[in-house]
């Protein structure tokens, strides 16, 4: 094979299965990676590995005793340049995989050891080298780690050989990265590969590493000493712990909030490693996490980390439920952010969850007393705080909660009608039978109160729409959902008639059945009703959309937005809309 050919196999690997060619395609590619031409050799370790990344393992083993010695000799012949050792140490990696992915499964076929053991003893030869050039280092780094990953079991001598290596091309700071993917790697195997002769030394210095300059090796520190203490945490000395935990303290704050997602992982795996060193989280870390919740910058995985630290620390017998809780409470002031309040009110029901029934139960009830505060950023934590504990439990046993919540929506302050919205939609997902009902016929009742009822209804057809499970505990209701949807199409208020698009729009991921009731109102001579009808199409389309809108709606759908006289109409709708006749009293 050519250079040319060579190259034109490479773009073609990506595309379609090679392997009805391989009798005929690896001898040939065994021969140019032995051929005395440098590209020729280069270039066939290149093909070799995409095509080894690209096929099935089962149609590959079959070729490794033919490939095994050919890339052995490439990696560690000294004649051979930088280029081809390291590409021959990557084709190394590649092969070991296809023997044994211990991701996917921990069997595989006893007679490929031996040559297991020669493509670890090529890869080893380069590892030990201490004069090398990069690449074939991070290479030999790379190929000896996903030999000890997957074969852990069988190269027992060679691991203990091996790490005191890895350990050594930790402390460079040149071949610092690839050697803390090669840790991570090995400490995470299924195979539980034995650390214990280096873990110790190897944790203090992760430790050690976490206040380095750069973010990139600040967060892979972080990576790979959470997946030591995993690996070996139970052997560590318990003296390990405390000094982690001092040392991770400074991090739990919101000027890095990916590493402080990654440092509040680390400090969970303490919690379930060492129960003893949660005292240690109490006094050096909580305090810090009291800045951090109340951080206008605070959600996603950082939000969710801090929540299961907090319910963790909890659990673990250490914590002073009524301590906590009100600790948390206490960061609450009126200048905060939307986000703060909202996870505030999440930590407050994350840490609720680890208690027993009889001391939650008191707690909704403080609660519930605190929703009637003067003070409106206590009333709106209250509620949030109450939406977010019936989010997973029941709480349909405290007689009068929802008059409590539905009495908020007579608030002067924006923010605590907001949150008691979002309070009554939520406590759906702990008892959707009696909740769900109510939301509806709420709505019947208060036209006044429209927005906001139907915002809690949008916040229990979201948290429905994204679970299997849970969207087929809904769909027995959209016989009710959607005639009561499309009633308030056509509300006079723009804010109400964008809610219920929304709705409708969330809805469809639940019952595909409705778009043919949109379809048919996108036709419709109501331009009202016309215009909610695309709002609720557009609210229906995501990235991850688990359904198709038939072309027929598509058709609909367009012929609308070139309407212009639907535009025109929509503008001519008064802004403000009241209703005499309406108590809005529960």
């Not at 944790?203 to 690996?231: F, P, Y």
């Not at 403080?366 to 109450?386: F, G, H, M, T, W």
């Not at 949008?458 to 959607?482: F, G, Q, T």
């Not at 778009?515 to 995501?542: H, P």
Request: proline share 4%; net charge neutral.
């Amino acid at each position: 094979l050519s250079p040319v050919c060579l190259g034109s196999l490479r773009r073609a690997a990506t595309q379609r299965d090679f392997s009805p060619y391989f009798p005929e395609l690896m001898p040939e590619i065994n021969k140019c990676i032995q051929d005395s031409d440098i590209v020729l050799r280069q270039k066939g370790l290149r093909v070799l590995f995409l095509i080894i990344t690209l096929h099935e393992p089962e149609l590959i083993r079959g070729e490794i005793p033919a490939l095994t010695e050919v890339v052995c000799h490439c990696a560690v012949n000294d004649n051979y340049n930088i280029r081809v050792k390291s590409q021959a140490l990557m084709v190394i990696g590649q092969l070991l995989k296809t023997i044994r992915d211990v991701e996917v499964t921990r069997s595989y076929e006893k007679g490929f050891d031996p040559i297991v053991k020669g493509l670890y003893s090529a890869a080893f030869a380069q590892l030990r080298i201490n004069d090398i050039e990069m690449e074939v280092k991070q290479a030999a780094i790379s190929a000896v780690a996903i030999a000890l990953s997957n074969f852990g079991d069988v190269l027992t001598t060679e691991l203990q050989a091996t790490l005191p290596i890895l350990q050594k091309r930790l402390e460079n700071e040149v071949t610092q990265m690839p050697a803390l993917a090669a840790f991570k790697e090995i400490a995470r195997s299924p195979l539980h590969v034995n650390l214990t002769s280096v873990a110790e030394p190897i944790i203090r210095q992760l430790k050690d590493m976490l206040k380095k300059n750069s973010q990139t090796l600040r967060h892979s520190t972080a990576v790979t000493l959470n997946a030591m203490l995993v690996n070996s945490g139970p052997r560590l000395s318990p003296a390990v712990f405390p000094e982690i935990i001092r040392e991770s303290a400074s991090l739990v704050s919101d000027q890095d909030l990916q590493l402080c997602h990654l440092v509040l992982e680390l400090l969970i795996t303490i919690v379930q490693v060492s129960k003893k060193s949660t005292g240690e989280i109490g006094k050096f870390i909580l305090p810090n996490t009291y800045s951090l919740v109340v951080s206008p910058l605070i959600q996603g995985s950082a939000l969710d980390s801090l929540k299961r630290l907090l319910g963790a620390y909890q659990a673990s017998g250490y914590g002073n439920y009524e301590e906590l809780k009100q600790n948390l409470l206490n960061t609450v002031r009126a200048d905060l952010s939307k986000q703060s309040f909202t996870a505030i009110s999440k930590c407050v029901a994350e840490i609720s969850f680890n208690v027993d029934a009889a001391m939650l139960n008191k707690a909704v009830k403080n609660l519930r007393k605190s929703v009637e505060s003067k003070a409106p950023q206590q009333s709106q934590i209250s509620l949030l705080s109450i939406g977010e504990i019936g989010r997973m439990k029941d709480l349909s046993d405290h007689k009068g909660l929802e008059d409590t919540i539905f009495k908020a929506f007579l608030r002067q302050n924006e923010s605590v009608k907001w949150a008691a919205s979002h309070a009554l939609g939520s406590m759906a997902g702990g008892n959707l039978g009696k909740y769900l009902p109510l939301v509806l016929t709420l709505i019947e009742r208060h036209p006044k109160n429209a927005y906001l009822l139907l915002n809690s209804l949008k916040e229990i057809i979201v948290a429905h729409s994204s679970n299997p499970e849970k969207a087929d505990a809904i769909l027995p209701y959209s016989a009710k959902v959607l005639p009561l949807l499309l009633n308030c199409a056509e509300y006079p208020e723009e804010g109400v008639r964008t809610m219920v698009a929304e709705c409708l729009g969330k809805f469809v991921t639940i019952n595909q059945a409705i778009l043919g009731e949109i379809e048919a109102l996108l036709n419709t001579e109501n331009q009202i009703k016309r215009g909610t009808m695309v709002a609720a199409i557009k609210y229906s389309l995501s990235k991850n959309m688990n359904f198709q809108i038939p072309d027929s709606t598509k058709e609909q759908f367009f012929n609308a937005l070139n309407d212009k006289s639907l535009e025109t109409t929509l503008k001519d709708i008064p802004k403000e809309f009241k209703d005499d006749d309406d108590t809005s009293s529960f």
